[in-house]
């Protein structure tokens, strides 16, 4: 996990969120693959900035609740003409595959993009958010559930890390902050 707690709370803050840059090394190039069968890097491809979070499509937790919030900030900072791309990269590569990536993520926003790869892609990916994942256990109805990173990673339309938006706000918070680090962007 991101072991700064106190300054990715203190992102939180307007006051700081001029304040750059970061005061820890996340991000980086990775090459993944989506829903569709298509390679995808670390940048959007329609030039978008991006809402990315690390999760599983069919997770019962965390997701659960960060997916649709994607959604919603997402239609949010659309209303204020900013176009972001939800983007989810995969813990469960097993289930979240190209086939079953992209219906599960429709139900929360059309533009969902699901990401996905090989165990070594995928670590590439895991390595440059600091993401660590781990099965805690088998639910009998839904299968593995595995703890994994809470935190959306905004970044721009190349890739490049922006902010931390933090789990535990509300949309409208959240939605508050991808728009200030994203206008002019889309």
């Given at each position: 996990m991101i072991k700064p707690v106190l300054a990715l709370l203190a992102l939180c803050s307007p006051a700081l969120a001029d304040q750059s840059p970061l005061p820890f090394d996340l991000g980086g190039a990775f090459e993944l693959v989506d829903q569709t069968g298509t390679a995808r890097t670390q940048?959007?491809?329609?030039?978008?900035?991006?809402?990315?979070?690390?999760?599983?499509?069919?997770?019962?937790?965390?997701?659960?609740?960060?997916?649709?919030?994607?959604?919603?900030?997402?239609d949010a900072v659309a209303e204020q003409g900013i176009t972001v791309t939800p983007v989810m990269i995969t813990v469960d590569p097993a289930r979240d595959t190209v086939d079953t990536l992209g219906p599960a993520l429709a139900q929360h926003h059309a533009d969902f993009v699901g990401l996905t790869g090989t165990a070594m892609q995928l670590q590439v990916a895991y390595d440059a958010y600091q993401i660590e994942?781990?099965?805690?256990?088998?639910?009998?109805?839904?299968?593995?559930?595995?703890?994994?990173?809470?935190?959306?990673?905004?970044?721009?339309?190349?890739?490049?890390?922006?902010?931390?938006?933090?789990?535990?706000?509300?949309?409208?918070?959240?939605?508050?902050?991808?728009?200030k680090y994203t206008q002019g962007q889309s």
């Open positions: 940048a959007d491809p329609q030039g978008h900035p991006q809402l990315l979070f690390f999760g599983y499509a069919n997770c019962r937790e965390i997701c659960s609740a960060a997916l649709p919030m994607m959604a919603q900030v997402a994942t781990e099965e805690v256990f088998t639910d009998p109805e839904y299968g593995p559930v595995y703890a994994h990173g809470s935190f959306l990673y905004l970044l721009d339309a190349q890739g490049k890390l922006l902010t931390l938006v933090p789990p535990v706000i509300t949309p409208e918070a959240a939605a508050g902050i991808v728009a």
